[in-house]
């Protein structure tokens, strides 16, 4: 009889062993994704807060900021694991969040005082993520990772303002001919323009032009200067309404843009 009882236990106690959760060797590779993504959503937080966030919904902006440094310290302690749970979440709430300013802007004036100041600032965020410097390799329309990662990030902000539309001017150092960099420089913008409506813009928020060689930012002597000038640079134009003018922005001279 003890002998059926035992036969009877042992596959549950089998199941129980193979259910518990299998052990997990963190490499490096992990570890940079986790902070990327953790970057990402760091910029999100500051994205939403900007866009009325943090006079519209102070408890949940701080919430999502503890969360966030909890989500880092993990990172730092080793605790992958317990991180990536904590940004899981964190995303989550961070998209219900936007989903609740949208209706609270519509419906009510809590970010009204703010929001000329917010968009001046967006608008800044916007060329600084899109003027990244190394932005391509040597002969090539290859956008580097870290300047894709920038422009994912712009997208999020463009997403949310249909009446901003950019201007995208291709660029390349003075290696090669003319005629082959002024087609270069149009396959770079087109590549920027790609990443873009990849992460959800609108295609007529983009146009696209090339200059190829023909304004560097600096003498294309050594291998420095042919990189920065390798690049897209991005004006932005601002669309307030029928009656009044198109501004156009650059983050070269920003600060000199006229009043809207």
Not at 73 to 94: F, P, R, W
């Amino acid at each position: 009889m003890n002998g059926c009882k035992l036969t009877w236990l042992l596959p549950l106690f089998l199941v129980a062993c193979s259910s518990s959760p299998p052990s997990y060797e963190v490499n490096a590779k992990d570890v940079q994704m986790a902070r990327i993504r953790l970057d990402q959503l760091g910029f999100e937080i500051e994205l939403l807060g900007l866009k009325g966030g943090v006079h519209c919904m102070p408890a949940r902006m701080q919430r999502m900021t503890t969360q966030h440094r909890l989500a880092g310290s993990e990172l730092l302690t080793g605790m992958v694991d317990d991180a990536m749970i904590n940004m899981d979440k964190l995303a989550v709430e961070l998209k219900q969040s936007d989903n609740l300013l949208h209706q609270l802007l519509k419906k009510t004036y809590c970010g009204h005082t703010e929001n000329a100041f917010a968009e001046s600032e967006l608008q800044q965020k916007l060329l600084l993520l899109m003027s990244l410097d190394n932005q391509f390799p040597s002969a090539s329309a290859r956008l580097l990772p870290e300047y894709q990662r920038a422009l994912a990030s712009a997208a999020k902000i463009l997403i949310s303002h249909p009446h901003w539309t950019l201007s995208l001017v291709g660029h390349t150092d003075n290696q090669g001919s003319s005629a082959s960099n002024l087609k270069l420089g149009q396959q770079r913008a087109e590549a920027v323009r790609d990443v873009l409506v990849k992460h959800g813009v609108s295609e007529g928020q983009i146009s696209i032009t090339s200059q190829g060689e023909m304004q560097p930012v600096t003498i294309n002597a050594d291998s420095i200067g042919r990189l920065a000038n390798r690049r897209v640079d991005a004006y932005l134009l601002i669309h307030p309404d029928r009656d009044r003018p198109i501004r156009t922005y650059s983050l070269k001279d920003w600060y000199h843009a006229p009043e809207r």
